[in-house]
């Protein structure tokens, strides 16, 4: 069969033949199309429809007004194939005036301003304003409530600094019943550990913790959940070094709370002799970090009234001016070698942390010849909490820093820390943490803002060993979204951060993981009104 259509297109002619299966020719003019030629081209318009289709639904999608002649489609398709843009709808007045800086005070006292979106639409459509009229509005609008969220947010941080910074009356009324105790009853100063137990705190095959408190109540807690999970009570060893305004609080605590068959120490810094000889490094560190840091900072007020810091830049210095980032309790660490000569290796514990299972395998772990066994932070599921490289914490703007170090290198953790005492003291770890100290202080505290890690993680750069990350949970004092199922699991779990599960302030979620270590029905604690929420 053969297809014949007329130059014309007015007749069709058909005419028998092999049949279409084998041939299949159509006339138009003098020209010939093959079947497969027709069949190409069938499928290429098929292909130029379907185009069409999609990119005029994107355009309906978008709210664009539907076209319905092919004059219209050619305008709205033309510059996409062509790889341009139509031009904006959006008035250039809107653009003009939403660019115009506006200063803090010009919206001071005004009343004509919406205060939300529905009052905006509601002037809007009553008046029947032009573009200018709108993109005043809107913007007086925006930039009012960007101030107001930005004062409330900078608000929040001063309270919450105020409250973690400050001693709750509750922590202040126990110190002062145990110190009253102390004085009043012979059983509340005993010798801690009693005289037979002496030889044990320089024995090495006993389990050795370290705890620097001031904080009874913390330091019950910390206590209490390492000796509850321990499976091998009689062999744990708990060393606690505290300051002497808080040592008869805390030895009246611990010889009315006994943990037998634990060993409690109680010491005071005035009690170590190296401490009472010549002259500390860290001490003197302090006393200067202090004075440059009231000059430096000028106080919380003089910081919330910088009206051109970011609110998280804000919350930074607040944070940096928080005493205990200058406490000793947070320094004496670095001195470990020296307070505890005769052992070989301590686990070292922040006094905000509970402890959930028992660490005696941590004794186990090879350490490689590292000082210091840490959990890192700068990988987890928790990008929050879990993302902390050196970066983070120290100032790579600083050429003393940028040449000495990796930006992008792992940071670690403080509060839960395998110290092997016997690498230590082979090692200038304690001198390069003064070293930088002192460079810190030199440099107007440009090097670093925040407490003991920053140095810290200078100081022990290289000789860190990484261990599993169920040891020690961080952020439950500033990541209010922590799973409780992923707390439940882990090993130790650190309330770093603000909200201490002692405050008020304090998470609800996550506060019971460390209350139910508190025996509320203690007298002391009853009689100072610490209550489980």
């Known amino acids: 069969m053969q297809l014949h259509i007329s130059p014309s297109l007015r007749h069709v002619t058909v005419f028998p033949g092999k049949g279409v299966r084998e041939f299949i020719k159509v006339k138009?003019?003098?020209?010939?199309?093959?079947?497969?030629?027709?069949?190409?081209?069938?499928?290429?318009?098929?292909?130029?429809?379907?185009?069409?289709?999609?990119?005029?639904?994107?355009?309906?999608?978008?709210?664009?007004?539907?076209?319905?002649?092919?004059?219209?489609?050619?305008?709205?398709?033309?510059?996409?194939?062509?790889?341009?843009?139509?031009?904006?709808?959006?008035?250039?007045?809107?653009?003009?005036?939403?660019?115009?800086?506006?200063?803090?005070?010009?919206?001071?006292?005004?009343?004509?301003?919406?205060?939300?979106?529905?009052?905006?639409?509601?002037?809007?459509?009553?008046?029947?304003?032009?573009?200018?009229?709108?993109?005043?509005?809107?913007r007086d609008m925006v930039t009012l409530l960007e101030q107001r969220t930005r004062n409330a947010k900078i608000q929040e941080y001063l309270y919450r600094h105020v409250a973690s910074s400050s001693i709750p009356k509750q922590l202040h009324c126990l110190a002062l019943r145990l110190a009253n105790e102390h004085a009043s009853n012979a059983a509340a100063r005993l010798q801690l550990p009693s005289a037979e137990l002496v030889p044990a705190l320089v024995d090495n095959s006993y389990f050795h913790f370290v705890l620097a408190s001031d904080n009874v109540l913390a330091a019950s807690v910390v206590a209490t959940s390492l000796v509850r999970n321990s499976l091998r009570r009689h062999k744990v060893v708990l060393h606690i070094i505290t300051d002497r305004k808080t040592y008869y609080p805390m030895q009246a605590w611990f010889s009315l709370h006994p943990l037998s068959p634990a060993i409690i120490e109680v010491k005071a810094l005035h009690h170590f002799d190296w401490f009472t000889k010549g002259k500390v490094p860290v001490l003197e560190a302090m006393e200067k970090d202090q004075k440059v840091r009231s000059q430096f900072r000028g106080g919380s007020s003089a910081i919330v009234a910088n009206n051109t810091d970011k609110p998280n830049v804000i919350a930074a210095k607040l944070q940096a001016l928080s005493p205990k980032y200058n406490s000793v309790m947070n320094h004496i660490r670095i001195h470990l070698p020296e307070m505890f000569p005769s052992l070989d290796k301590v686990v070292f514990l922040d006094d905000d942390i509970v402890v959930q299972t028992d660490l005696s395998p941590l004794w186990d772990i090879d350490m490689n010849g590292k000082v210091n066994g840490a959990v890192e932070t700068c990988r987890g599921e928790d990008n929050f909490v879990m993302s902390k490289r050196l970066k983070s914490y120290l100032n790579f703007s600083h050429p003393l820093i940028s040449n000495n170090f990796n930006p992008n290198s792992c940071a670690w953790a403080y509060g839960m820390n395998i110290f092997d005492l016997d690498a230590w003291r082979k090692t200038n770890i304690s001198l390069t943490y003064h070293y930088w100290l002192e460079q810190n202080l030199k440099s107007d505290l440009s090097l670093w803002q925040l407490g003991t890690l920053p140095p810290g993680l200078i100081a022990f750069h290289g000789h860190v060993h990484v261990i599993d990350p169920f040891w020690h949970m961080l952020g439950l004092g500033y990541q209010e979204n922590t799973s409780s199922a992923d707390v439940k699991s882990a090993g130790v779990i650190h309330f770093n951060g603000r909200a201490k599960p002692w405050l008020e302030i304090a998470f609800p979620k996550l506060r019971p993981f460390w209350a139910k270590y508190v025996d509320f029905s203690d007298k002391f604690i009853k009689s100072c009104h610490i209550r489980a929420s």
Do not use: N
């Open 28 to 138: 138009v003019g003098s020209r010939r199309l093959s079947y497969r030629m027709l069949f190409y081209s069938i499928l290429f318009f098929t292909f130029l429809l379907r185009v069409v289709f999609v990119m005029t639904a994107v355009d309906t999608i978008d709210g664009e007004r539907k076209c319905s002649t092919i004059g219209c489609l050619g305008k709205r398709l033309g510059p996409k194939i062509l790889g341009r843009r139509l031009d904006s709808t959006v008035p250039e007045v809107i653009y003009q005036i939403l660019e115009e800086p506006i200063g803090k005070d010009e919206l001071q006292g005004r009343s004509d301003i919406p205060q939300s979106l529905d009052e905006f639409m509601a002037e809007i459509k009553e008046g029947k304003s032009d573009a200018r009229t709108f993109a005043v509005k809107l």
